[in-house]
């Protein structure tokens, strides 16, 4: 089993920045993909930004150049830099890791999720 433990949400203004984190912990061979989606009242959830066990990276196009996503491995932690931030990135955050069980299983875990609010 695997617990998601995201921090670093909140309420900011405009053009402000945040910057949120995901720690997984618990039980198992390594983690694949994490990455952050979110989810703004009445709309279904989407991609926000992925990053690969070898560093790759994909944003969506809402959020290129203003938002990064990182990883510390050693940590097991992902993060998402917010700079730039618009009314429209108000949704609440969630993170996701994809976690190899054994050399041939593969699950998919999602955090509680944190709320980020800009304000105009």
């Known amino acids: 089993q695997v617990q998601l433990v995201e921090s670093g949400g909140g309420l900011a203004q405009a053009g402000g920045s945040l910057k949120l984190s995901c720690a997984a912990a618990?039980?198992?061979?390594?983690?694949?993909?994490m990455g952050w989606y979110r989810q703004a009242p009445g709309k279904q959830r989407e991609l926000v930004a992925t990053v690969s066990s070898g560093g790759s990276t994909n944003y969506a196009d809402s959020v290129k150049g203003r938002f990064t996503i990182s990883r510390d491995n050693a940590k097991n932690t992902v993060y998402l830099q917010m700079s730039g931030l618009k009314p429209e990135d108000t949704a609440v955050y969630y993170c996701?890791?994809?976690?190899?069980?054994?050399?041939?299983?593969?699950?998919?875990?999602w955090g509680q999720g944190t709320q980020v609010t800009v304000s105009s």
């Open positions: 996701t890791v994809e976690v190899q069980t054994s050399a041939w299983t593969k699950r998919n875990y």
């Open positions: 618990g039980s198992f061979f390594r983690i694949n993909d």
